[in-house]
């Protein structure tokens, strides 16, 4: 099979993030709002977690988010793994003792090792994002959960579009300044893809407000966030295109002296196979028909609808 494309730099994102953990706690706003839902549905299953993972743990906000949760007394030993050194050593306050250098890409956990794999926004880094999911449910024992978050394909749309068309304005083209993001239908393929069994995806739009294009860009050099294409225009931005992008901005995304910026959260639920788990019935196979079960009348529709008039033209 031919190798997947590299569309990240990771050598480039270790070193963003490298840069980025002094100041991380500054710009963790996302990050909280995802441990804290991923706490949150930890908290509705009631089952123990004796060795979970964490891969992207960055500065420990899901440790954190699980220690005020009812979860916590459920989850055993918990690993934080970062391709970032400096991020795990960023917040030690209140962080597990067993921390690991680990690249998302190539996990250094065996088979059936793991009950329990958290990722939270650091899954949209991955240059072979299937891949990465067939090791984490590799790594699971059967009927292991994992719980994943990365940023959608809505995220910085904004940023975007503003940075292209002040670019192409003013310049012979415009480069690749903000990365892809997949899209959240696609999310519950990749988990089927992977071999995950009951899939679950839910997407949160969060909608942020700036008083300034430019405060947008230093929190994302602050998550450690920035740039890091493979294909990435290597000519930075002059400061002629930077003020034109940022003046479409104002325009276009701009209300009451502020630009507003979205981000899209897409949380994934899957589990590793078990003999045990529900499994959907063959289409055909019912033996009880749904007017039956729900004690009505059964009526034959129109397929158009009972009162709507054919279409005139073809």
Do not use: C
Not at 45 to 57: H, K, M, S, T
Not at 81 to 100: C, F, K, W, Y
Not at 114 to 134: C, F, K, R, T
Not at 234 to 255: D, H, M, N, S
């Amino acid at each position: 099979m031919d190798a997947p494309p590299l569309l990240f730099d990771r050598s480039l994102l270790r070193q963003r993030l490298n840069r980025a953990a002094p100041r991380i706690a500054a710009a963790d706003f996302l990050r909280r709002r995802a441990a804290e839902d991923a706490a949150d549905r930890l908290s509705a299953i009631l089952r123990d977690f004796p060795v979970a993972l964490e891969l992207g743990a960055r500065d420990g906000a899901f440790a954190r988010a699980l220690a005020d949760s009812p979860a916590a007394e459920r989850v055993g030993l918990l690993i934080e793994a970062d391709v970032s050194e400096r991020m795990l050593h960023s917040n030690p306050a209140g962080r597990t003792r067993l921390q690991i250098v680990a690249d998302e890409e190539r996990l250094p956990i065996g088979e059936e090792k793991l009950d329990l794999v958290v990722s939270l926004l650091a899954l949209h880094w991955i240059n072979d994002l299937p891949g990465a999911l067939v090791q984490i449910r590799r790594s699971l024992r059967p009927d292991g959960l994992f719980l994943g978050a990365f940023l959608g394909g809505a995220t910085l749309t904004e940023l975007r579009q503003s940075l292209i068309e002040a670019e192409a304005e003013l310049s012979s083209g415009a480069g690749l300044r903000v990365s892809p993001f997949a899209d959240g239908p696609d999310a519950a393929g990749l988990l089927q893809r992977a071999g995950f069994a009951l899939p679950v995806v839910d997407v949160d739009r969060v909608t942020v407000r700036y008083e300034h294009p430019l405060r947008l860009l230093q929190d994302l050099r602050a998550m450690g966030e920035t740039n890091a294409l493979v294909d990435r225009a290597r000519t930075p931005l002059t400061r002629k295109v930077l003020a034109r992008a940022f003046e479409i901005y104002q325009e276009r995304f701009g209300q009451d002296g502020k630009v507003t910026a979205t981000f899209e959260i897409v949380s994934v639920t899957g589990w590793a196979p078990h003999a045990s788990q529900q499994v959907p019935l063959r289409p055909g196979s019912a033996k009880v028909r749904l007017a039956d079960a729900l004690g009505v009348a059964e009526h034959r529709l129109s397929p158009f609808g009972d009162d709507a008039e054919l279409p005139r033209d073809r």
